[in-house]
């Protein structure tokens, strides 16, 4: 596909660049001083790095003198205390100062990890942000939104960093299985939920008939919903929440099976179900058949056991929207539009849980 480029104005403006082949041809000093090229830090996902690491190293590692390179364990427990701690002595002991780039290469989890240990190593040095998966280059990568997981919940403790750029190379796409595909089209479903309704319709098509082309084409309109969202709400203060659809049902289920049985896209999928069937209840709205067609690729997908809902619940009230002890959901009315609701129904809660298990046919 022909690049492109979005300028985002979010405290600081950079650029979203997406692309086949991006880096081949991507001059670093777009973003980065001459002296920043003394010495960069690269934290990069293991598989990534495994698939990857030629391309990677003529691409990126190769413009500097001396490099800090850090390989990240895939999957969600790499987003812990003891890993941010680890690193960022790690890190420092190399001795760097603020003019030092840290690249994340990965997906969500190394992109989280990677913006907070950023932001917290000489109080902000320059970050980039790198994204290898569909989720991370339509959600995730985009927005500053950095942090780790606690015992409490997924993404409890960072920080609102902005990268330098964000650079979507769709060449790392080629070694990404079809369960972490799928994790992206949660989230382009999503963006259609809440925005652009067309884009469910085209993710569903690309499931069925899928081509580089209309992949490309699907990442980059959907990763074009957020930052228009980011923009008009940087702190999330307002509208920004509305990315949140599917995402307060989606976390409890990743947090209470324990992170990394449920993929963060799948845990989305069946939050975006949940909400749905709340909906009907709280705003009048009807079931939103057009979900059903997504739900056999999901089922061929998710390997894990159904949660037990008892224990789903108290995760909901440890969600960041809960305020006065009231759940605050992201509902979606008709397709293209969202709001915020209040809910105190628990029983609504348990119902709306049982619903999307339901139709998956979780056991």
């Known amino acids: 596909m022909r690049t492109k480029s979005i300028s985002i104005n979010s405290l600081i403006e950079y650029d979203y660049t997406i692309g086949d082949q991006l880096l081949t041809n991507y001059d670093l000093s777009l973003i980065l001083k001459e002296n ?54 790690h890190i420092l002991a190399q001795g760097i100062d603020r003019t030092c780039p840290l690249f994340a290469i990965g997906g969500g989890v190394t992109g989280d990890l990677s913006g907070f240990i950023a932001s917290s190593l000489l109080r902000g040095i320059p970050f980039i942000q790198v994204p290898t998966t569909s989720l991370a280059m339509v959600d995730s990568a985009i927005g500053g939104k950095t942090g ?42 999503k963006h259609g939920a809440i925005a652009q309704a067309e884009l469910i319709n085209e993710a569903a098509n690309w499931l069925e008939n899928p081509s580089k082309a209309s992949l490309a084409n699907l990442l980059y309109k959907s990763a074009n919903v957020k930052i228009d969202i980011v923009q008009k709400d940087v702190l999330e203060k307002g509208i920004r929440a509305h990315l949140n659809l599917g995402h307060t049902f989606g976390h409890a289920i990743e947090a209470s099976a324990g992170y990394g049985e449920f993929l963060h896209g799948e845990a989305v999928f069946l939050g975006i179900l949940a909400a749905d069937y709340a909906a009907t209840k709280l705003l009048g709205s009807g079931i939103h058949t057009i979900w059903d067609q997504f739900i056999p690729h999901y089922k061929k997908a998710i390997t894990a056991k159904k949660p037990h809902i008892e224990e789903l619940i108290p995760f909901m009230y440890k969600d960041k929207k809960t305020l006065n002890g009231q759940i605050n959901l992201v509902l979606s009315k008709t397709h293209g539009t969202a709001t915020l609701t209040s809910c105190d129904d628990v029983k609504l809660i348990h119902d709306s849980f049982t619903y999307a298990f339901k139709k998956m046919q979780l056991v």
């Open 36 to 89: 920043s090229f003394n010495k960069g830090i690269f934290l990069i996902d293991e598989n990534v790095w495994m698939y990857h690491k030629k391309y990677i190293q003529k691409n990126l590692l190769n413009a500097f003198k001396q490099t800090i390179l850090v390989i990240i364990p895939s999957g969600e427990h790499s987003k812990s205390f003891e890993n941010f701690q680890q690193l960022t002595e």
């Open 148 to 189: 780790i997981n606690s015992a409490s919940g997924k993404n409890l403790i960072g920080a609102f960093y902005q990268p330098k750029a964000v650079l979507a190379d769709l060449s790392f796409l080629t070694s990404l299985p079809h369960r972490e595909m799928l994790c992206g089209i949660s989230e382009t479903i």
